[in-house]
Structure formats: C-alpha cells, structure tokens
C-alpha cells in the first residue's frame, strides 16, 4: 500500500469509543499521527494537535474490523473478484483488514503467491493478509513448508473450499505449526458424507427434493480435530464457519481443554435458516449451508456467551452465470463484506440484545485472538491507526447492485438494516466515507 500516513494527523472527536481489548466504553477523542494512534483522551483532552478533524457525534469509535474469512478470487479468477474491487468492498464494510483464503487458481502453497498477493500492484485498499495453503494445491496428502509461508507473510494455513480430512495429515499439521506458532484453519466438512448434496438436510430440503447434508458431517471433524490438537502444547486450532449446534458443543468442550481452540461464524448463518431457500434462489447456497432454527438459535447463544471468537463474512463472490442455474448445479457462497456490520447491529444488537461491545469485540479482539496481526484489533496507543467509524441508529437499504464487489451474489439485496458504516480509516487515511 502506498499510503502518505507520515507527517499525517488526524482527530477523530466527539465519539464514543468502543475498545473491548483495552476495556473502553466511553466518550473519548482519538488521535492518529504518522499511521499510528497517538493518544487516547476524554472529550476535549487531547494534548496534541491535528491538521484534519473528523466529527464522530453519535457514532460509534471502534478499532478497524478483521475479516478472517474472505475470497478475494486473485489470482486466477478476477472475473469474480480482484483485490482491488474485494477490498473496496471491505472498506465500504468497516473491514480495514482482511484475510484471504488460499484457494484460488493457482492454489497460494508457495512463498511466491503469498508475496504476490501483499504487493503494492494489486491494489488493495485495506490490508490483507494471505493466509496460505496447509497441503500441496490444498489436496490433503503433502504438506506445505509452514516455516517459509510464515516468513513470507502467511497468517495462518488451511485448505479452506475442502477439509483437511485424513487424520494423520492433519495431526501433521497442527503439530509442525506448532512449532512456530501457526493456527491452522479448518473447513470442517466430512466430504465423504455431502457429496452432492446443495443444502441442510430437514425438512425444507426434502420438500424442494434436494439433498441435504448432514450436520454431523461438520460435527464429526471438528470433534476429530479437538482431539487432536490435544495431543501436543501450542496448538492452534481454528474452526472456520461453524453452522451447527453439535460442533458448538465440540468447540466448547475443546475451549476447556489445554488446546487453543477458536471458532468464527458468518452473517448469513446467525441470520437465516434453510427455510429461507425460497424458490430454489442460488443467492441461498453457500457451504457450509444455511441449518434449522435450532442450530441459529445456537450460534446466537455462542456469539453472546464466549464460544464463537469471530465474526467472519466467507465473502465468496461469483458471476451471475455461475448461480442463474439450477440450485443443484449453482456455484457455493455469498458475498458479505457490506452487510457484516449492519446485519449484526440488527439481528444480534436489535433483536437478541447483545451489546454493542460485545459485537464489536467481534469483529476486532475476536479475531486477534485467531490469528496474530501485531497492533491491530485495538486502539491502544501505539497501534497502528486503523478505524471503523459507525452509526448503530441509522437505517439503511442494502442494494445489491449498488455493491463495490463486481460480484451481486446476495440474499440481503433490498433488505432494510439498521448500522452503518460512517468511515473507515486504514493507516490515519480514510478509504471509505460514507456519502
Ligand atoms: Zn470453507
């Protein structure tokens, strides 16, 4: 990224500052020089000065938001998506920083790929931070070299898009990132068990006579890696878009374990259930897929209780020609950077009264927590100065079309929500402004 952040300042005044990692929930001004913040201060009370002011009255303060879970399609497929447009988007969306997922064309399991994508040339508006391939073209049987991955600037590793399946290669895994203190990231998803399958199994997918996949199928691999990572110190182990009340409960009991066992879940999962697939609409089918009531009414109770650490989009984006097919034959996932912030604030804030810093830990110490992205996630002095400002009150249609993805693949196009993104600040610049 160039980005002129030195001999920059900026206040932001007159806001509420909302810092779960240094238990801040109050009137405060923030400061932010030379890319870093510079001073934290009750309202008035900063000692330094700043060539630019931003007035924050009624909005919401917060650290810049953290997408664990996003497809930024490059390289390969920038008909879908590039990192330009996936950022811009994630900019519109509070997200100041991302975390892209390997499985593209090529698969991202060389140090070449992982620099490739952190170069200046892409375009990127927020930070990204690849995460890398935990087998040879994510194909289960040969493991990447971690080491040089980390050192080129991996996160993390998975083979999200498919499970790391057999157990000896994933014992393998979790043990060598151990070593250098590496989450590994899990789709857990027992393929053996959903092979063409297009959504939950109940009772909706009987009466559209689709098939549906089991939730055990998620279930059984994440008990199977909980065990696991059990077997050796300084594990990290990271469920990626958990779906079901029974991996929950996996989840839970991994947590009371000496293992580091963390968990991220989607929008559109504490949002909708299978019987909101309406007339076979493609815009619906994403893996893992929308479950029953009970398992939403679930992941609501883990996101308010400590269980899930992260909000996380699994921002897919696809061409239209890749969903206007039948439901069977149709492309999975959603795209969702624009919508995180607002379907949260209305669904978790509104409806099931989580509050507000418990949502916003979500999006910010959550996943610091997962993954390590030293001075972000708080705004601490001395961080980096990365913001997302927002209005908790103000409502808002989402229109799809109006989207900056160059993807339109929604189901929350026309929906009304209440929380907005304001402004988003990366680096002391501001790189979405709300008009
Ligand atoms: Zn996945």
């Given at each position: 990224m160039n980005r002129r952040s030195q001999n920059h300042s900026l206040l932001i005044r007159g806001g509420h500052l909302i810092d779960p990692a240094a238990r801040i929930d109050a009137p405060m001004d923030v400061l932010l020089r030379d890319g870093q913040v510079a001073e934290v201060a009750p309202p008035g009370k900063t000692r330094g000065s700043a060539h630019d002011k931003f007035d924050a009255r009624g909005l919401i303060v917060a650290p810049g938001f953290i997408d664990?879970?996003?497809?930024?399609?490059e390289p390969g497929q920038s008909y879908k998506e590039s990192i330009a447009t996936g950022t811009a988007a994630a900019a519109a969306g509070g997200f100041t920083s991302v975390c892209c997922m390997p499985n593209t064309h090529p698969v991202v399991d060389s140090t070449e790929w992982v620099t490739w994508l952190q170069?200046?040339?892409?375009?990127?508006v927020v930070n990204v931070f690849p995460i890398a391939a935990a087998t040879k073209v994510s194909k289960g049987a040969a493991l990447t070299d971690y080491r040089a991955l980390q050192r080129a600037g991996a996160v993390a590793v998975t083979d999200d898009g498919r499970p790391i399946l057999g157990e000896d290669i994933m014992r393998e895994a979790l043990r060598l990132a151990a070593e250098i203190n590496l989450p590994v990231i899990q789709h857990a998803e027992d393929t053996r068990m959903t092979e063409h399958c297009s959504m939950n199994e109940g009772p909706t997918a009987f009466r559209l006579g689709l098939r549906g996949m089991k939730g055990a199928a998620e279930a059984s691999i994440v008990e199977r890696d909980v065990q696991l990572a059990q077997q050796f110190s300084g594990t990290r182990l990271h469920e990626a878009h958990i779906s079901t009340a029974d991996a929950l409960k996996a989840v839970r009991r991994g947590k009371r374990s000496k293992a580091r066992v963390t968990c991220e879940v989607t929008p559109h999962h504490f949002t909708l259930t299978d019987t909101d697939i309406r007339d076979y609409d493609a815009n619906f089918k994403m893996n893992p897929p929308l479950r029953s009531a009970a398992d939403r009414e679930a992941i609501v109770v883990a996101l308010g209780d400590g269980t899930i650490d992260a909000i996380a989009t699994d921002h897919a984006p696809h061409a239209i020609h890749e969903k206007m097919v039948e439901f069977e034959r149709a492309a999975f996932g959603i795209t969702g950077l624009e919508t995180a912030l607002g379907l949260a604030v209305t669904c978790l804030h509104r409806q099931h009264k989580i509050p507000l810093t418990r949502i916003v830990e979500l999006f910010t110490a959550g996943p610091t927590s997962v993954v390590d992205l030293r001075g972000r996630g708080t705004l601490a002095r001395?961080?980096?100065a990365d913001v997302t400002i927002f209005d908790p009150k103000k409502r808002w249609t989402f229109e799809g079309a109006k989207s900056?993805?160059?993807?339109?693949?929604?189901?929350?196009?026309?929906w009304q929500l209440t929380g907005k993104v304001v402004a988003t600040i990366v680096s002391g610049e501001i790189v979405y402004r709300a008009d």
């Open positions: 664990l879970h996003v497809h930024l399609r170069q200046p040339a892409r375009g990127a001395g961080s980096h900056r993805s160059k993807s339109r693949n929604t189901p929350f196009d026309g």
